[in-house]
């Protein structure tokens, strides 16, 4: 049950972050190896180590993080811009899915006249 999770989640983080994802796991592999770690131990092992990886991957751009100093943004405005500069630099990565044509807008009922 350990593995199947340690697997899991290996695989989700590959799956969000597959630049760093695949170093991680591969350099956490070795640093168990090289301990000789086996079963329970080196599972728990390159789950923490995969971790603590993630924690210290980049978490935005530099072209963010750049627009956001020239914006001179702090706090909650600076963190949602980071958000929705790092969503617009995904979506132009990534045009795999079309937008969703927009539906015809409803004509409006007349409104009745009071008499």
């Not at 983080?13 to 597959?18: G, H, K």
């Not at 603590?52 to 993080?65: F, L, M, T, W």
């Not at 990565?93 to 409104?111: E, F, Q």
Request: glycine share 4%; with cysteine.
């Amino acid at each position: 049950m350990t593995i199947r999770m340690l697997l899991l989640s290996l695989g989700l983080s590959a799956a969000l972050s597959p630049a760093w994802a695949a170093d991680a796991v591969a350099e956490c592999g070795a640093k168990a190896a090289e301990k000789k770690l086996a079963g329970a131990a080196k599972a728990s092992f390159e789950k923490k180590c995969v971790a603590d990886a993630a924690a210290a991957a980049p978490a935005s751009s530099p072209a963010c993080e750049k627009s956001a100093a020239d914006k001179k943004l702090h706090g909650a405005a600076r963190n949602s811009h980071m958000k929705k500069c790092m969503a617009d630099e995904k979506a132009a990565a990534n045009p795999a899915t079309p937008a969703t044509p927009a539906t015809p807008a409803t004509p409006a009922a007349p409104a009745a006249s009071k008499k």
